[in-house]
């Protein structure tokens, strides 16, 4: 390799290092952004990955779901109502299916809450006793509520971590009232710090019995998911295929298409949400793909320039014996340098944004892992190397093709 060729690349690129850098500024992007979304991949992944963990393998959801457009109602097909099929007895079946070891039914609302400290319109969760018995949260202070109290609609209420704090500040809370709608419930227990699921903050919630919230805040008789604890892991296909049977005979249902449930067991769950993420980094690697290409766009097009300025240098290089293949290999390093320059910044930048992220997450409550992962490194600089050879070797070309005569003759 002759050595001097990388010199006078080097040395051109640094008398114009303004022009230099504005014109890596798409490259800089592209690859930043790229960084982010594999480190964001990664610790959103893991994070998701954990919390369905946590829950274990041995659980089975029965989900409300809206029937195929070709089969529901206009209505329907376009999400504008909601399904209200699911009942408390389909729970209670589902409790009696075969290696069904325990089964909570749920629902959530909202409703305005009033104490003498604080209003607010806060969410709820209704669920049966047995919510305890394959949840993994625990009461730190007073109890959870029975089945009788379920079954009487008793007005009683168990407060997340942070509900507690929101209405009843450092007091204790066991004994007193709050209003919720127009009912007046009293606290009987505190839950302890659970954190984020998915996309709720469960200290948030207040805990009612399931019947309690149905008929009291919400005026329904339906609820929102089935979550059943199986007695045996190996038979998990085998009892979700048992469930759809059940459900569908429950709801006169003959057709998939019509189902107006849905049977989810944990790897189904970890699948489904491998293929959305999936689909969402794709999505924004093309996003920064087009920032690549404008970037190469402008990598060629400052290329053209920079040989129309140099014309006479050119002619004066192949004038004194530089042969094509050194014209070119000059012109082409320049270009790889640029983009090699743009990708190393971009990768610094990535990788600190990244880490911000992961500050952030864990800041509100998240278990985010900052990832980097080395071959998202090797290939971003592979991918600015290959911009900088494709984007660079026409403006080299031209370079190299150059009669040294006309080149000498030309004035910028």
Not at 146 to 152: I, V
Not at 337 to 350: C, E, N, Q, R
Request: net charge negative; charged share 20%; proline share 2%.
């Amino acid at each position: 390799m002759d050595l001097s060729i990388i010199k006078i690349s080097l040395s051109s690129l640094w008398r114009n290092r303004l022009r230099s850098f504005l014109t890596i500024a798409g490259i800089v992007i592209g690859i930043m952004a790229v960084i982010i979304v594999f480190s964001a991949g990664e610790g959103l992944r893991g994070l998701i990955m954990a919390q369905v963990e946590s829950w274990g393998s041995d659980f089975i959801e029965v989900e409300t779901k809206v029937p195929s457009a070709a089969q529901a109602s206009a209505e329907n097909a376009m999400g504008q109502a909601s399904i209200t099929t699911l009942k408390n007895a389909d729970g209670q079946a589902v409790a009696k299916a075969p290696n069904i070891k325990d089964v909570y039914s749920a629902v959530m609302g909202q409703a305005v809450v009033v104490t003498d400290q604080d209003s607010d319109i806060t969410q709820l969760w209704g669920t049966t006793a047995s919510f305890l018995n394959i949840d993994s949260g625990k009461v730190a202070l007073g109890r959870f509520f029975t089945d009788e109290e379920d079954e009487s609609l008793a007005r009683v209420a168990v407060l997340g971590s942070e509900a507690k704090v929101k209405f009843f500040g450092d007091s204790d809370p066991l004994g007193k009232s709050l209003k919720i709608g127009r009912h007046n419930f009293k606290v009987i227990g505190v839950m302890a710090s659970k954190g984020a699921i998915m996309y709720m903050n469960m200290d948030e919630f207040i805990y009612l019995p399931l019947t309690s919230l149905q008929k009291l805040i919400m005026g329904i008789d339906h609820i929102s998911f089935v979550i059943a604890k199986l007695k045996n892991t190996d038979l998990t296909a085998a009892t979700a295929d048992d469930l759809k049977i059940l459900m569908r005979e429950r709801h006169n249902i003959t057709e998939a298409d019509k189902e107006d449930f849905a049977v989810t067991t944990m790897v189904d769950a970890i699948d489904t949400l491998n293929k959305i993420l999936g689909g969402v980094s794709l999505l924004l690697i093309a996003i920064a793909a087009v920032s690549l290409i404008v970037g190469g766009v402008g990598i060629m097009n400052i290329m053209l320039v920079s040989v129309t300025e140099r014309t006479s240098e050119i002619g004066l290089r192949k004038a004194v014996g530089a042969s094509e293949k050194k014209i070119m290999l000059q012109f082409l390093w320049e270009a790889v340098f640029l983009t090699f320059l743009g990708g190393v910044v971009g990768i610094a930048l990535g990788i600190g944004l990244s880490f911000v992220i992961s500050l952030a997450a864990a800041s509100q409550g998240f278990n985010w892992v900052f990832v980097i992962k080395p071959m998202s490194l090797v290939w971003a600089v592979g991918v600015s190397v290959l911009i900088g050879l494709s984007f660079g070797l026409y403006p080299a070309q031209k370079a190299a093709k150059m009669d040294p005569i006309e080149a000498l003759r030309f004035e910028v």
